[in-house]
């Protein structure tokens, strides 16, 4: 029987929020495969390591060349069903040798940090990727949550809304959620778009 390739949601950053199953399926992993942030925190002695980069057809064909050998362990930030390297991976192995061990995503530490309930929100990712549907969501009165980039700023999104005719929501943006530097802003849209801090690794709520 083929050995299985796991992918683990290893939550938002902080050791702490990853799960029990998480933590016994990295134990047992011969190889760990993640961003260079993520092995940092979760390889262990003992355990060999790929750093994913920008190349991920190489990444996928070096998962092909040793996941029948030893055992692979793919690490994803937040949950491997939310917008991570999960998807693409699916696209390129068999259903049944692919296991997906859930995470905390950002988006759930970022509702708790607020203390709103998410079950009726419509979730964006502006991160790597371009997805047009943000001011009509909020147009039909949906609270949007938004993944954010370098280069789709949160002021950036700010700027954006105003001039496609937004009203003036209110706003939070929650930075390197759970980490040491985690910072969480709450304003308006236009105070938003004014705001001269630099914000990195951010969800952004917008409508609450």
């Excluded at 929020?17 to 002695?45: D, N, V």
């Excluded at 549907?133 to 949160?154: E, F, H, Y």
Aim: net charge neutral; proline share 5%; with cysteine.
């Amino acid at each position: 029987m083929e050995n299985i390739i796991t992918i683990v949601g290893v939550g938002p950053g902080d050791p702490e929020f990853l799960t029990r199953a998480g933590a016994r399926a990295l134990a047992k992993g011969e190889i760990l495969i993640g961003a260079p942030r993520l092995l940092a925190s979760f390889l262990s002695p003992g355990q060999e390591s790929y750093p994913l980069g920008s190349d991920l057809e190489a990444a996928t064909e070096y998962i092909r060349s040793n996941y029948q050998f030893k055992k692979v362990v793919v690490l994803v930030s937040g949950d491997p069903g939310f917008y991570s390297l999960a998807a693409f991976l699916r696209n390129r192995f068999p259903e049944e040798v692919l296991e997906f061990i859930p995470g905390i995503s950002s988006i759930q530490l970022m509702f708790a940090r607020l203390k709103q309930p998410w079950q009726d929100v419509a979730f964006i990712s502006r991160h790597g990727r371009q997805d047009q549907r943000l001011l009509g969501v909020l147009q039909a009165g949906l609270v949007a949550a938004v993944l954010t980039d370098k280069v789709n700023t949160p002021q950036g999104l700010a700027a954006e809304l105003l001039a496609g005719g937004c009203s003036d929501l209110p706003v939070s943006v929650g930075c390197n959620l759970s980490l040491e530097t985690e910072y969480l802003y709450r304003g308006s849209l236009s105070q938003l778009k004014d705001y001269n801090k630099i914000l990195l690794n951010c969800v952004v709520v917008i409508g609450v």
